[in-house]
């Protein structure tokens, strides 16, 4: 079992920054894949951005290439999402991911365990 609890969430201006992290429970950390998804307002929840186990692969949904960047201490069982020139369309709450399939760790059927989630509004 591994609990997933986010932090970092709050609001900032269009061109602003945020970095998200989440605190990961157990000593398996290393064991899975680690991911950020987010549903904005009215829309359905869609991937972020994601890293394997040892940091050698990662991937990102178009919408934040070049203004997003994704990386885990893995000695501190925490994975951060670094986000730079927010856009008022980044506006959703955020969703910590594991995954112990990295194949799959792109697809909401691939998650294990989601967290609860921290909300980010960026305003124009």
């Known amino acids: 079992q591994v609990q997933l609890v986010e932090s970092g969430g709050g609001s900032v201006q269009a061109g602003g920054s945020l970095r998200l992290s989440c605190e990961a429970s157990?000593?398996?950390?290393?064991?899975?894949?680690m991911g950020w998804f987010r549903r904005a307002p009215g829309k359905e929840r869609e991937f972020v951005a994601a890293?394997?186990?040892?940091?050698?692969?990662?991937h990102y949904a178009d919408s934040v290439k070049g203004r997003f960047t994704i990386s885990r201490d893995n000695a501190k069982n925490t994975v951060y999402l670094q986000m730079n020139s927010l856009k008022p369309e980044d506006t959703a709450v955020y969703y910590c991911?594991?995954?112990?399939?990295?194949?799959?760790?792109?697809?909401?059927?691939?998650?294990?365990?989601w967290g609860k989630g921290t909300l980010v509004t960026v305003s124009s």
């Open positions: 157990g000593r398996t950390f290393i064991s899975y894949n």
């Open positions: 991911t594991a995954a112990y399939t990295s194949a799959t760790m792109t697809r909401e059927y691939g998650v294990d365990y």
């Open positions: 890293i394997n186990w040892s940091s050698s692969i990662t």
